[in-house]
C-alpha cells in the first residue's frame, strides 16, 4: 500500500540546521518531493530527488534518500525564521499521483 | 503567482447545499489534480484529469465530482455538504513529464 509517514512537529534555534524526516513504503517510489506550506498558503516544490540517486543539494537544502529503508530526509542549513512553514513530503509512484505525509511543522525560534 | 488559479479562495455555505470550486491549470499543464487539506486528515488526493479525461480517482466521496473542459479549467462539484466537508481544497497541475505538481493557493471551504 502508500502510506508517507512524518513526525508532526520540529523546534529549531535560528542558525541552527533542521532535519525532517519522512518514511514511505511504496518501494516502486520513481521521485519523491519535498513541498513547503507556509500559512494561508498553497503547497511551494522546494526539491526532489529520483530514485536512484541517494543524495541532492540545492543551497541550503539537502536531500537524503535511503531507498533500502524507504527513508527521505530534508535538511534545512542555517535555518532561519522565514524558514517556519510546514514542510511536507510526497512520493510518486508508478502513476502520476503523489501521496503526501501528514507533513511536519518546523518552528524556528531566535 | 504559482500560475495555478483556483476561485472562489473562500466559501461559506450551509450544510446540504451544493458548491463549485474552479481551477485554471498553469498553461500547458494537461493534468489537473485535486486534493482535500483537513486538519484531521493531512492532504487528501481527490481526483486526476489528464487532458480531459478522469485518470486517477482517490478518496472522493460520491457526493463530490470533478470535470475538466476542452480549455484545461477543471471544476469540482460538492454537494449534500456536510459540516465535515470544511476544508482546504487545492488544485494542482503538472505536464505530463513533469517532476512535481504546481499548486494553487486553495479554496478555503467553510460549511455551517
Known amino acids: 500500500g502508500e502510506d508517507v509517514e512524518q513526525s508532526l512537529f520540529l523546534s529549531v534555534r535560528e542558525g541552527d540546521s533542521s532535519v525532517i524526516n519522512c518514511t514511505y513504503t511504496d518501494s516502486s517510489s520513481t521521485y519523491l518531493y519535498w513541498y513547503k506550506q507556509e500559512p494561508g498558503a498553497g503547497l511551494q516544490l522546494l526539491t526532489y530527488i529520483f530514485s536512484n540517486m541517494d543524495m541532492k543539494q540545492d543551497q541550503r537544502l539537502t536531500v537524503l534518500l535511503n531507498k533500502k529503508d524507504k527513508h527521505l530526509s530534508l535538511r534545512i542549513a542555517d535555518t532561519q525564521t522565514g524558514d517556519s512553514a510546514i514542510y511536507f513530503c510526497a512520493e510518486r509512484g508508478n502513476t502520476d499521483k503523489l501521496i503526501f505525509g501528514t507533513g511536519t511543522r518546523l518552528q524556528v525560534f531566535p | 503567482d504559482s500560475g495555478v488559479t483556483q476561485t472562489p479562495k473562500h466559501l461559506i455555505t450551509a450544510t446540504g447545499q451544493r458548491v463549485t470550486l474552479r481551477c485554471s491549470p498553469r498553461?500547458?499543464?494537461?493534468?489537473v489534480y485535486w486534493y482535500q487539506q483537513s486538519l484531521d486528515q493531512g492532504l487528501q488526493f481527490l481526483i486526476q484529469y489528464y487532458n480531459g479525461e478522469e485518470r486517477a480517482k482517490g478518496n472522493i466521496l460520491e457526493r463530490f465530482s470533478a470535470q475538466q473542459f476542452p480549455d484545461l479549467h477543471s471544476e469540482l462539484n460538492l454537494s449534500s455538504l456536510e459540516l465535515g466537508d470544511s476544508a482546504l481544497y487545492f488544485c494542482?497541475?503538472?505536464?505530463?513529464?513533469?517532476?512535481?505538481?504546481?499548486f494553487g493557493s486553495g479554496t478555503r471551504l467553510t460549511v455551517v
Open positions: 494542482a497541475s503538472s505536464q505530463t513529464d513533469s517532476n512535481g505538481y504546481t
Open positions: 498553461s500547458g499543464d494537461l493534468s
